[in-house]
C-alpha cells in the first residue's frame, strides 16, 4: 500500500521554521522530533523519489534495488591501493535513506569508539553521553536492560536464522571465536546471529518509524524528488536554501542530513569549503572551510564463496518458480525467503586473533547465498562471508567536478592507501577461510570457489581483492565535527558549522572517526542527540 504521506502534497511556502536538507535516515529523525515540539514548522527535502516502491518495505526487496533507480549511481575515482580500479559505490538515493536499502543489520559500535571521539575533541561523544540516544531510538523485541530500550520508533527484532547460519555460529567457535549473544551490549567481541531492523516481514525504515505518525502533522512539509541546489549565506548567516531556482527561507535553521557524500557537496555548491578547489570549478567562495570533503573514509569487504553441497542456500530460488514460489508465502503469510534480511549471521573478532586491539577490527557478514557479489563466477548454490577492516587509516576526499548542482562528484575513498590497512584486511580475510573450514562446515559445504585453492599466498589474496573488494557502504567523515581550533574540523561538537550561524550538519558525515560495525545505527543516534540540542538552543519542547 502507498504511505499515506504521498497521496497528497502540502503546497510549499515561502519561509519555515526549519529546513531539512536530505531526507534519510538522520532527515527523518530529526523532522519528527522538531514536529514533536509541536510549536514549529519544518520542511523535509528529499533529492530522491518517495518510498512508495514496495520492495523498499520487504526485507529481501533490497537486493533487487542496489541499481540506480534507488541510487544515485556512483562508482569512485581509480583507486591507486587497488591497482586503479573504480569501485562500484550505491549511495541512497530515495526517502528513508541507506534504512530503505540496507541489509538491516542493527548494530551500533564499539563503546571504545565514542570514548575516542571523546578524546580527540569531540566533548559530549563519550559512550555514557551517546548509549541514551541509543536506547531512545530503540523497541527491541528481546532486550531490556542498561544497553537497550524499548518503545522507541526504531523497531529491532531477531530474525529467524537460516540453517546454514546456524552452522556458521557453531563453525566461528570451532575456528577458536567465541559466541556473542548481543553485540550491542556489555561486549561487542564475538560471533553469532544479528538483530535487525524489520519486524513482522515489513523493513522498518526511518521514513516509516519515524515519519509515519507524523505524516500529517500540520507542521511537517516533505518534498520529494526536491534538489537543492544550495544553501543561501547571508551576513554569515544561512538564510535558507535554493531549491529549483525558488528561495526558501528559514526562520531558525538550516540542516544539512544528506549523507557522506551529499553534505560535502551541497556545502561545496554552496562556496563553503577549500577555497582552491571552489575556486577552480567555478564557484564564488562565501567560506574558506578545508576540512569539507575531506576525511572520506570506508570499510571495505573482502570476501570468500563457498559452494554448498546441495540446495541448502537462498540460491535455490533462483529459478523463476522458485520466486514465484517464495512470492507466495510473503503474499499470504509474510514468511519464506522475502522475509528475510539475507544477511542474519556475523560479528567482532580480531585482526591478529588476540584482544590485545582496543576494540575488534574485523567485522564479518554471513550470507546464506552466493549472488549478491558482482564480478564472480556464476556458481549454482553457495554461502558468502565478507570480512572487513574496521579501523582504516587510509583518508580520501569529495570533490566536485563541476559548478552543475546537479553533476556527479569525484568520490576517492583512498582504499589501502595505508600498507596496514591492506595488511590487516588480508588477515581478516584469513579470519574468514578458517571460519568456512570449520568441521562443522564439511558436511554442508563442497569446498571454496571464490578465490578457490588455487589462491595460497598473501600476494594472491592481495590480486584477488584488486579485482573484487569493495565497499562496506559505510562511508563517513567528510564533514568531521571536532574542537573549534581544529582547521579540519567542519562541525563543533553541537554539529553546527564553524563560522556560519544557523547551519547544521547532522548525519554520518561528522563522524570524526568511523565506527566499528554498520553505520545506520549510529547515524541515527546522531540525530537524535542533535535533535535534543537543536530544540534547547531554541527552547522547544520535544513532547512525543
Known amino acids: 500500500m502507498i504511505p499515506r504521506r504521498f497521496r497528497r502534497a502540502k503546497p510549499l511556502v515561502d519561509t519555515y521554521d526549519f529546513i531539512i536538507v536530505g531526507g534519510g535516515s538522520a532527515g527523518c529523525v530529526l523532522a519528527r522530533r522538531l514536529v514533536d515540539s509541536r510549536a514549529v514548522s519544518v520542511l523535509l527535502l528529499e533529492a530522491g523519489p518517495s518510498d512508495w516502491n514496495p520492495l523498499l518495505h520487504v526485507p529481501a526487496g533490497f537486493t533487487k534495488l542496489t541499481g540506480t533507480s534507488h541510487t544515485w549511481g556512483y562508482e569512485t575515482s581509480p583507486q591507486s591501493g587497488l591497482n586503479n580500479r573504480q569501485v562500484w559505490y550505491p549511495q541512497a538515493r530515495v526517502l528513508g535513506g541507506g ?14 569508539d565514542y570514548d575516542n571521539w571523546a578524546a580527540r575533541g569531540c566533548d559530549g561523544w563519550a559512550y555514557a553521553d551517546v ?18 530500550g524499548q518503545g522507541g520508533p526504531l523497531r529491532v527484532s531477531d530474525p529467524v536464522p537460516h540453517p546454514l547460519t546456524t552452522v556458521f555460529a557453531r563453525a566461528a567457535q570451532q575456528a577458536g571465536m567465541t559466541y556473542n549473544p548481543d553485540f550491542n551490549g556489555a561486549q561487542q567481541a564475538g560471533l553469532g546471529f544479528y538483530q535487525v531492523t524489520n519486524r513482522a516481514g515489513r523493513r522498518s525504515s526511518a521514513a516509516v518509524c519515524y515519519l509515519g505518525p507524523v505524516q500529517n502533522a500540520e507542521q511537517l512539509t516533505l518534498r520529494c524528488d526536491a534538489h537543492v541546489e544550495r544553501i543561501i549565506v547571508t551576513g554569515g548567516r544561512a ?6 531556482g525558488k528561495k526558501i527561507t528559514a526562520r531558525r535553521e ?5 549523507g557522506a557524500i551529499g553534505s560535502p557537496r551541497v556545502l561545496m555548491h554552496s562556496g563553503i569549503g577549500p577555497a582552491q578547489h571552489l575556486s577552480e570549478v567555478g564557484i564564488k567562495v562565501v567560506m574558506d572551510l578545508p576540512g569539507v570533503g575531506e576525511n572520506l573514509h570506508d570499510h571495505m569487504d573482502v570476501f570468500v564463496v563457498a559452494e554448498c553441497d546441495g540446495d541448502l542456500s537462498f540460491d535455490r530460488y533462483k529459478p523463476l518458480h522458485m520466486q514465484a514460489w517464495a512470492g507466495l508465502q510473503y503474499g499470504v503469510n509474510r514468511t519464506g525467503p522475502l522475509a528475510h534480511n539475507i544477511c542474519d549471521g556475523g560479528g567482532f573478532w580480531y585482526a591478529d586473533n588476540t584482544d590485545e586491539a582496543p576494540a575488534p577490527d574485523i567485522q564479518f557478514h554471513f550470507l546464506p547465498g ?8 556464476p556458481i549454482r548454490n553457495g554461502v558468502t562471508l565478507n570480512s572487513a577492516y574496521l579501523r582504516p587509516k587510509s583518508r580520501g576526499e569529495v570533490r566536485l567536478k563541476s559548478s552543475d548542482p546537479t553533476a556527479k562528484v569525484h568520490i576517492n575513498p583512498n582504499y589501502w592507501n595505508d600498507p596496514n590497512d591492506m595488511r590487516l584486511s588480508v588477515e581478516g580475510f584469513k579470519l ?6 570449520a568441521p562443522v562446515f564439511r558436511d554442508v559445504l563442497l569446498g571454496e570457489a571464490n578465490p578457490g585453492p588455487a589462491c595460497k599466498t598473501e600476494d594472491d589474496i592481495i590480486q584477488y581483492a584488486y579485482r573484487h573488494a569493495k565497499t562496506d557502504y559505510h562511508p563517513v567523515g567528510t564533514c568531521s565535527m571536532g574542537a573549534a581550533e581544529d582547521p579540519q574540523a567542519v562541525v563543533t561538537p553541537d554539529l553546527c558549522l564553524k563560522g556560519i550561524e544557523g547551519l547544521r550538519v547532522c548525519d554520518s558525515s561528522v563522524m570524526p572517526f568511523v565506527n566499528s560495525s554498520n553505520t545506520n545505527a549510529p547515524t541515527i543516534m546522531i540525530a537524535e542527540k542533535a535533535a535534543d540540542a537543536i530544540l534547547a538552543q531554541h527552547a522547544l519542547k520535544d513532547t512525543p
Do not use: C, K
Open 99 to 112: 534504512s530503505s536499502i540496507n541489509a538491516q543489520l542493527y548494530t551500533r559500535g564499539n563503546a571504545w
Open 131 to 148: 548509549l541514551p540516544y541509543f536506547r531512545r531510538a530503540e523497541d527491541n523485541t528481546r532486550f531490556a536492560d542498561e544497553f537497550h
Open 239 to 244: 538564510t535558507g536554501v535554493m531549491l529549483n
Open 254 to 258: 538550516v540542516i544539512l542530513t544528506a
Open 370 to 377: 552466493s549472488g549478491l557479489e558482482h564480478g564472480l563466477r
Open 432 to 437: 574468514a577461510r578458517r571460519i568456512l573450514s
